[in-house]
């Protein structure tokens, strides 16, 4: 019934030609592309690494993602398999440091399967021992064992308390007994579960001796190192088709009674003795560590560059893409020459910028405090969650609509998979739930807001008020009431809008507190309280990390002060950024005056200058 | 490498039993669900019709979709023509009527190749002479031909005047030579043409007796009836894999000099003689009169029905899905008590049902129009097309965004395949593009509302305002400067909020209409001005067109008088329809003070209370 389907070939359609108007772009250039490049790959001897990996991984054909869009599940993963076990062979031969490591799953868009195999060994490192490290980490890096994390449960996620797998010591014989008690107790998810996997940390409620210690992480075997069939005990398999990665076998694993030895705990920061006596060394939040690990990770490993090659193949498009014309004596105009489509992509690509800057101070500000809160020191560990948290959950929301604001700038074509398009967006969009719900994450921002607020405004003065995490020390800056600007131009100033942002997030902070404060002082249950003001903490927790974004962006810029050109064309990317998140929200600058209406009009129309300004005078890629 | 992969089959896991958790919800019942579903499919007999055949597709296993999930893209496209033609055979031996064709595809969610042969039928009793509709009509109902329609090139899709393809009269031969000039002028798209058709009705600009005469219609054969190979100049294939629809063989065809008859052109609207004069019978628009059909067809039957899923799908969920605790000393709460899950699923509830009366009112007003414009009569067309035009756009928009927020509602559960979830927004996301790109779409009714202001503000009292077409009689109607809301529960009525989207939009698209006005007063080029203030002119026919459906709702709900419990609880969706939008746009409503910061808050504190309101006093599933 209907024609065979096959695959038309063009033969080397690919000619490495540069289409003339692509070409004709490029000509116009305000800066030197290079030393932005060296500027983003954080120095000019990145550059050159990621390139020399980038041209092993592109030119190698084991690497070849050609016929990825063609090809089934079952091929899609067996691919991947062959790719994540070639990239290991290059590793050892070619001696990739972990930072190339970087690079190479960079260059393979992740299309491999060792992401979460990688994942493991970082857990491993946050929660083990110096001597467990010592253990299992060869046999990762070797690929004797294939190993995976696994947290999440068929019926719990966000709340880790409502685990159900169980970790029940066994003084008699020194071994755990990890237990699924329930079919909603089933570990669900897990990288390279389904199929893969020889080992996993599964994260359990541990008793001993006779008591609830809470979460703990256990190494179990889950498949025979010798024939890979299920271990005793273990029921396994893949979860099934998903809205992106094909390549990755996600799957459950049922444990039934299953032991493992008493040194399978990872025991940094608790312990248990053979007696049973369990000792404790970090605070309940230490088992997070992990988690806020990853979180600072995916924010420039996963999250961003969905949105950065979106950005990329949406802007090229629009300008070989000719339609309509804009005078009628006119030939077809390039599609980027319409300002309805600039007002697309440009906030995308200014928001592109604005990520990277703020993901790389954040992951700066984790590198600071990482080594402390290993050695025990968890004094930055609440604004660090709440750091990563909320950007995290910010980048994730805008990553997903802007991918796909770019994908539908592209018409027709961007719904054709050979776009790329389809394919970023249905993987970053997987970002909104892994790693902490995003709802759930903006909430926990926003206790971090609250309490914040209390802090600063409860005793003037004080010690706790001097001691505010620097990321809100805002609420404690002198407030203007109304913005000062009296033309538009006025509005392209990093100092106007990063003050107008502040003073936006502190309303409405005020405001959530506000609205607390009032149910519990008139005896409403706290916590029914809390939940009926949740959607007002909400818009508070956005309001404060795009705050964060237009700040760092902007104390970004400022170290460009030797790079005049790039500084230049960066800064109209901060203005957009800033303006197009004020455009969006005007009712929150509108709301208490501090903006008026024709301060409103007026940021319009630096904003739409802007966009006029950055099409004809910058060279975009 | 791995464990095979192997479906476990957990036999008969749909044991038909309803959980108690949906149970004891659906206990709660404040309305007769019985007489809501008569309201929505306009009658207890349609309900009727409806369930008989659906009960039909439902119990017949060659509809079965079991397997729709696992299946490859080839495997996806060979069931789906299995079960068109299993429909075909099922519409002949059991007389279903057009309408029951509706009700047939909608059980079968398009999961049928059979959609654009339809469209081609429908393209031809628009365009079609009585003569031709006779002639193809019964070779197409009975599939003696599958035919499809091919407009959009690799290279065009919004400008038709930018159309490549030719055809060119021959009056020796009495033929019209169709032709693919460039690769550009390749038609792309078609849905049934990469494997299936064997005729298209393709777009091509006519030149006869030497001149250029604009888009025409004309029947071209594709495929042998013989035996289905490529007939002489044709080159044709599929345009490969897409975001969704896997089953639809959309398809390029490239047309080398290919000759059809004279009588292949249809000719409702214009006609070659044998001779090459060219006869013209109705407005340039009558060609695109087609466009109008399916746009105000696919209102209903495309793009709607994923949010309704989504909302059904994700309101289940939501209430057997137990994370966290609202109090420490609670058992694990149904996310659906959260504020914030309240806050992500009813807006997505409330505007499905905005929509549906909206489409509803629309499908009326065409049926009233339609047989006018086929008389020839084209007064009607230019609202018609205003408001089908900007129907789509926005609901396109907001179908897409609601599917896709009801998907992240659920977590990670909503990014399995087997939830539904991501097979309904990957599907609806196509509706930004097909049909009308929605930007070109908001622009288009954005001029037509520029025309209606001008014609309302330029001569007051003159015809030309009486005449003004009755979407955009609110511009004309006395406005309020102030809301007039005094406390949250003011904004509970339909006239206030209906009155306050009106001045919204009046007052954008006053100011859109300014900002035109300034800049060709002071010289600037007038195609130009437009380009540079289109971003305005969006934004001012989104407010028309959410006015537009706040508007429907409201009066939808007048006419339910005599069912005052089922008039009570839609009339809180639409409450929340139209206090939703004007949250999200707080800005709009604030700019000129029209609402005050206070009133805000007010229309936020009465969203809130409708929320809860929603949640504890209705069934909803």
Not at 22 to 37: G, K, M, N, P, Y
Not at 374 to 395: I, N, Q, V, W, Y
């Amino acid at each position: 019934m209907g024609s065979p389907m096959r695959r038309v070939s063009q033969e080397d359609t690919w000619s490495g030609q540069v289409h003339p108007d692509i070409a004709s772009e490029r000509h116009v250039q305000s800066f030197d592309v290079e030393r932005l490049t060296n500027i983003l790959d954080r120095g000019a001897q990145n550059t050159a690494r990621r390139r020399k990996v980038e041209s092993i991984i592109h030119s190698d054909p084991e690497f070849s993602c050609k016929d990825n869009y063609f090809m089934t599940h079952n091929e899609r993963y067996e691919a991947a398999v062959k790719k994540a076990f070639h990239t290991q062979m290059l590793t050892q031969s070619l001696g990739w440091s972990e930072e190339e490591l970087v690079y190479v799953y960079r260059a393979l868009s992740g299309d491999t399967v060792l992401g979460v195999h990688t994942g493991f060994l970082k857990a491993l490192r946050s929660l083990g021992s110096e001597e467990q490290i010592a253990k299992w980490e060869p046999l990762c890096k070797t690929c004797r064992i294939i190993a995976t994390y696994a947290q999440t449960e068929l019926g719990h996620g966000t709340y880790l308390q409502g685990l159900e797998t169980e970790a029940t010591y066994d003084a008699t014989t020194q071994e755990f007994v990890i237990h699924s008690p329930t079919i909603t107790a089933t570990k669900w998810w897990p990288g390279n579960l389904g199929r893969s996997a020889t080992h996993a940390l599964v994260l359990a409620q541990l008793t001993c001796s006779g008591a609830r210690r809470g979460m703990h992480a256990f190494i179990v075997p889950i498949r025979s190192l010798q024939d890979h069939t299920p271990l005793p005990g273990i029921t396994v398999g893949d979860i099934g088709p998903k809205m992106n990665f094909d390549e990755l076998d996600n799957g459950f694993p049922r444990l039934d009674h299953v032991r493992v030895p008493r040194e399978n705990m990872l025991n940094r920061f608790a312990q248990v003795l053979s007696d049973g006596t369990y000792i404790k060394r970090g605070t309940e939040q230490s088992n997070y560590l992990f988690m806020v690990v990853t979180r600072v990770e995916i924010l420039l490993g996963e999250i961003l560059p969905p949105l950065q090659k979106a950005c990329v193949i949406a802007m090229r498009y629009s300008v070989i893409r000719r339609q309509s014309r804009l005078r009628p004596s006119d030939p077809e105009a390039k599609i980027l020459d319409y300002q309805t489509q600039q007002h697309k992509l440009f906030p995308q690509l200014a928001m592109s910028y604005a990520f990277h800057f703020l993901a790389i101070s954040i992951l700066e500000f984790f590198q600071r405090s990482y080594n402390a809160i290993l050695d025990r020191d968890f004094s930055l560990l609440p604004e660090l969650h709440a750091l990563s948290s909320g950007t995290k959950a910010m980048m994730a929301d805008f990553c997903i609509q802007g991918a796909e604001t770019c994908r539908r700038a592209c018409g027709g074509h961007g719904y054709s998979k050979l776009s790329g398009l389809p394919s970023l967006v249905t993987r970053v969009s997987a970002a909104s739930s892994y790693e902490g719900e995003n709802t759930v994450l903006y909430l926990q921002v926003a206790r971090f807001l609250v309490k914040s607020y209390l802090q600063a405004h409860m005793s003037p003065g004080s010690t706790s008020q001097r001691f505010l995490p620097s990321s809100v020390a805002y609420l404690t800056a002198p407030d203007l009431s109304r913005c000062p600007a009296q033309r538009a131009a006025d509005f392209l100033c990093p100092e106007l809008y990063t003050t107008a942002w502040a003073h936006v997030a502190t309303r409405l902070i005020k405001d959530s507190v506000y609205h607390l404060q009032t149910r519990t002082q008139s005896g409403q249950d706290q916590h029914e309280a809390w939940n009926q003001t949740t959607v007002t903490h909400l818009q508070a927790a956005k309001a404060h990390c795009y705050y964060t974004s237009v700040k760092s962006f902007s104390e970004a810029l400022q170290k460009l002060e030797n790079e005049p050109a790039i500084q230049q064309v960066l800064k109209r990317l901060c203005h957009l950024h800033a303006l197009h998140g004020i455009l969006v929200n005007s009712g929150d600058f509108l709301h208490d005056g501090f903006l008026s209406g024709v301060q409103v009009d007026m940021a319009r129309t630096a904003y739409l200058d802007l966009l006029l300004l950055i099409r004809t005078r910058t060279q975009m890629f």
